[in-house]
């Protein structure tokens, strides 16, 4: 009998090493992978529903809130920036309970205090509170404007981000409808300056003074509880908190019980018609065009007569860029005395995507260094362009005889080939010469060269 060694203690097939077992999942010899170091290498992603602006959009977004700045100065509103986050109850009681917003979109949370913050949903309930407990009631009326980001969780889609931008323009402590047109005339005053007005329609609607609107809304609450079983799951939700709401549905379902609701134009007191009829003839006034819109209302009770949207077909079903109204009741909610309000909001992400042009800026000026030793004069020309108001860069890097090339390809209004003649600097211009920009330039040059 022949015997095969194989190793001490170790038998098997005559020739063959037996292979060591190798545990299930691991690789790598068997080596176990650091779980933590491949997090800490993997790169973290982008919240969804939020958005990195840069090019062409982040060029638009400025542009909007570059126009907003310049007409709330034309208009004389006062600048204003409240925190990102306030106490709960500022938006609970300002949205009220039962609104989605507050019930299902808002980002609340308690901090080591303990105490309930939540990121701002909205400005009004923001600036409502500081004219409050910061005493603006003795600049009033005032006009304040802002911009800024706000936040609420809900389905992200087209021009609409779970974090996003408004610009947003309020005057408090004003009762005259002539505050309710101002605002308007601002409003489009914005949207014909940003080149956006084509196609955009401003709808306009009143729910009438208190009075009005109570009356209004028990009629409405009688006519669809008749319909009850025949309307929407939400409009019967809504039947019971914020009636008026089911005007503005949607749903297919509801569309025959809105088409013969009862309209506000019905329980409208004499003076509600008069302060209605004083916005629209003061509209009519400043030439601004504006299309009633009955079914147009606001849900919550410190909601007063006049309420307003700018729409467009542009921006798919979420066709909103602009939309406002009268809130007399609000202040009062916050626990302060009767105050009137009025003010509007639009999204700067929508109102960017409506400017078709808003490509990147064109440059002014563009030098191109063709002789090392003339760098410290492009540098100090490009000084004295920036001083004098022009949008100017310099191409000094990389081959010389490859930066005339470069500087073509920025495609500015006038290209300065820069280099040296007799140890001194010389320019060369590139341009249209009865350009104003041309021009501007050509006077810069001559005076550092002289």
Known sequence: MVRCKTGPGKTGRPGKKRARPRRKGLRNGGVRPNRRAIMATQTPQAIRGTQDIFGAEAEAFARVVETFERLRRLYRFRRAEMPVFEKTA??????????????????SFEDRGGESLTLRPEFTAGIARAYL?????????VKIATHGPLFRYERPQ????????????????AAEPQADVELLVMADHLLKDLG?????????????????????????????????????EDSQDRLERNPLRILDSKDPRDKPFTAGAPRIDDFLSGEAQDFFGAVTAGLDAAGVA?????????GLDYYRHTAFEFVTDRLGAQ?????????????????????????????????????????????????????????????????ALRRAGLSADMIATGSPKKRFD????????????VTLRDGQPAVNLRGASDNATYVAAERVFEALLD
Not at 90 to 107: I, P
Not at 218 to 229: D, G, I, K, M, P
Not at 292 to 297: I, T
Not at 406 to 417: E, P
């Open 90 to 107: 500022v938006f609970s009681r300002s949205l009220g309970e039962t609104t989605d917003v507050v019930s299902k979109e808002m980002y």
């Open 133 to 141: 407990t910061d005493g603006w009631q003795q600049y009033a009326p």
């Open 158 to 173: 087209k021009g609409r981000y779970r974090q996003f931008h408004q610009i947003d323009a309020e005057v408090i402590g």
């Open 196 to 232: 956006v007005a084509d196609g955009v329609t401003l709808q306009l609607n009143t729910l009438g003074d208190a009075a009005s609107r109570e009356a209004w809304r028990q009629a409405l609450v009688a006519y669809f509880q008749a319909h009850r079983a025949e309307l929407s």
């Open 290 to 298: 504006w299309t009633r819109a009955p079914a147009l209302v606001r």
């Open 319 to 383: 066709g909103t860029v602009l939309g406002g109204g009268r809130y007399d009741g609000l202040i009062e909610a916050l626990g302060g005395p009767h105050t009137p309000a009025v003010g509007w909001a639009a999204g700067i992400e929508r109102l960017a995507m409506l400017l078709a042009d808003a490509g990147e800026p064109v440059l002014d000026a563009i030098l191109a260094i063709e002789d090392d030793g003339a760098l410290q004069f492009g540098v100090r020309a490009l000084a």
């Open 406 to 417: 470069k500087a073509v390809k920025a495609n500015a209004t006038v290209l300065a080939a």
